[in-house]
């Protein structure tokens, strides 16, 4: 994760940097160099010694701006205290605003900046050293200087790789609380979606018999005016279960209780209600036994799902349920007598769509299309290892 940089060598990215931690480098070299000049006015001083502390403290206010333009501070500090270490005999502590300068220039990702910087000391110390220097051994110090300057830069860029991998970690941390937020939301949306379209389906033809027949029959307008009560009163408890859990155990301590998981025990109700919008249902084969609660679940959404769609959009007068178990896996089948169009085109929306995507929840797969002859056909098969894991 790289830094971007301007040609000033600006990082916009610490703009915001807490103000505080910024001096706490600038007071420890004051400090340091205010110390430094102490010690020289207690003795034999010259001139040109106090004017290089003098230089070093402008270095230390210098570090001030670091955090918004790394590159051109750097260059500062290097060009108001590398004459200091390189042409008097100053303790090296004169150096301290450099050190901390190429550190956090490392560090903010300024490379040009420093290794240019680097690159200028080495000329100034060859170039001065080589002028001024009496024999060979007064080009230690630079030398020193520069090797000093080097270990600098590593442990900059050590700080840098520690804030990138940080970052990336942040990055990840943050996608993968959205991925798991926007399963949840997909989640949340296909138990809504389920509970909401076979209600209100159900609901919806109900309440069109109770108009037909509410002056002629009006016992049969009662009927399916209770009918609908019943039915809404199930959708309400289970619509308050998905949005109890939505707000969270921290508001509700029971919203996970309340999180609509109907199995399948209830699905001889599921079927009555079928039939009391015209819509029988015959029951072939046993149901599967001993599967997990999600397993169970997506076996009831699917068979709510696939009933809804016939009521919703076929001619079929009647459906046929099947459940068949090989021991590997069990399978549930879906079929109406409806007729097909004659495109036999197959539209998925998003019912089909919340099938599938439960289907594959518990590793199962699901067939949907229209047959040979005439009706439509959903078919779930969940393999039984998969339910066990």
């Not at 100034?124 to 060979?136: D, H, Y």
């Not at 072939?284 to 679940?297: D, I, M, N, R, V």
């Not at 518990?362 to 290892?385: D, I, N, Q, Y």
Request: hydrophobic fraction near 50%.
């Amino acid at each position: 994760m790289a830094q971007a940089y301007g040609e000033d060598g600006r990082n916009g990215a610490w703009r915001g940097a807490p103000r505080g931690g910024r001096w706490i480098p600038v007071v420890i070299s004051l400090v340091v160099q205010t110390v430094i000049a102490l010690i020289l006015l207690s003795g034999a001083w010259r001139p040109v010694e106090l004017a290089a502390v003098a230089a070093a403290m402008l270095g230390s206010l210098t570090l001030l701006w670091l955090g918004r333009h790394p590159g051109p501070a750097l260059v500062g500090i290097a060009v108001l205290t590398l004459p200091v270490i390189v042409l008097t005999t100053l303790p090296v502590a004169v150096a301290l605003p450099l050190a901390f300068a190429v550190v956090a220039a490392t560090a903010l990702g300024a490379r040009g900046w420093v290794w240019g910087t680097v690159g200028g000391a080495l000329l100034l110390g060859v170039v001065l050293g080589f002028a001024i220097a009496p024999s060979p051994r007064d080009l230690v110090r630079p030398l020193v200087v520069l090797l000093v300057l080097s270990v600098l830069v590593g442990i900059g860029e050590a700080v840098r790789n520690r804030r990138e991998r940080f970052a990336e970690y942040r990055v990840e941390a943050a996608r993968r609380r959205q991925g798991e937020a926007e399963r949840e939301r997909v989640r949340i949306a296909r138990e809504l979606h389920d509970v909401l379209a076979h209600s209100l389906s159900s609901i919806n033809v109900q309440a069109g018999v109770g108009l037909h027949l509410i002056d002629e029959q009006p016992e049969k307008a009662a009927e399916a005016l209770a009918n609908i009560k019943q039915t809404s009163k199930a959708a309400l408890e289970e619509v308050r279960g998905v949005l109890g859990f939505l707000r969270g155990a921290v508001d509700e301590p029971e919203a996970d209780q309340r999180m609509p998981q109907p199995q399948l025990a209830r699905l001889p109700a599921l079927l009555d209600s079928f039939a009391a919008i015209g819509l029988p249902v015959t029951v072939t084969g046993t149901p599967p036994e001993g599967l997990p609660q999600l397993a169970e679940l997506t076996v009831y959404r699917v068979v709510q799902e696939a009933l809804t769609n016939v009521s919703r959009h076929s001619t079929a007068e009647s459906a046929t349920v099947d459940f068949a178990d090989d021991g590997a896996s069990c399978t549930v089948t879906i079929l109406d007598d409806g007729q097909a169009p004659p495109d036999r085109a197959l539209v998925e929306g998003r019912g089909l769509l919340g099938m599938r995507e439960r289907a594959a929840l518990v590793g199962g797969t699901l067939e949907a299309g229209w047959r040979p002859g005439g009706g439509f056909r959903v078919s779930l098969r969940l393999p039984r290892a998969a339910e066990a894991a």
